[in-house]
């Protein structure tokens, strides 16, 4: 993965782009793009527990699930309950949660005895980081709606009062009522 990513904006149709590119190599509506990554509202700069619990869903446990598979190099829900002491149970949803994620691979193995068990064993850095990546992109798009969804209604709140001599009074002075459920 490329080390720095940039933001550019399109100033003829709004539209945004997060890549590694070049300044020059950005183009849009038959001309270059602007980099604007210091622009727009502050950020406080993600962690990665926080991140991957909002964006991915993952849990502790999970990050622990993973971490005993790299350490075991392969690895059953049985295996795994035993080395943390979390049920069985859980460790069958947790792990296959992450391989959802694309954390870890699941196969199965035949046993001597007969049946069949589910394998677990970590995914290459180069698959979590492509897995991660996309994911966090999806997430971010649907970020973005929602923000596009706040940006309207602030847009329909300020017409409504505008168009009324009550102003805000029906959803609070701040009109916060608006914006949070």
Not at 60 to 74: A, S
Not at 93 to 120: P, Q, T
Not at 134 to 152: K, N, P, S
């Amino acid at each position: 993965m490329p080390d720095e990513f940039a933001v550019y904006e399109c100033r003829s149709c709004d539209n945004y782009v997060l890549s590694t590119a070049a300044d020059s190599e950005m183009t849009c509506c038959g001309g270059s793009i602007e980099r604007v990554d210091q622009q727009g509202a502050s950020i406080q700069s993600p962690e990665t527990k926080p991140l991957f619990k909002q964006a991915f869903g993952t849990t502790e446990t999970e990050m622990e699930i993973c971490l005993c598979v790299m350490d075991e190099g392969e690895a059953t829900a049985n295996d795994i309950s035993d080395v943390l002491g979390v049920e069985r149970s859980v460790v069958s949803r947790y792990a296959n949660h992450l391989v959802e994620v694309g954390f870890l691979h699941k196969s199965e193995r035949n046993l001597r005895e007969g049946g069949r068990v589910h394998v677990y064993t970590h995914a290459t850095g180069e698959e979590v980081t492509r897995s991660l990546t996309l994911g966090f992109y999806r997430w971010a798009a649907e970020a973005t709606r929602l923000i596009d969804e706040f940006g309207r209604k602030k847009m329909e709140h300020m017409a409504e009062s505008e168009g009324s001599e009550k102003g805000g009074e029906e959803e609070g002075e701040d009109g916060v009522g608006v914006y949070w459920e």
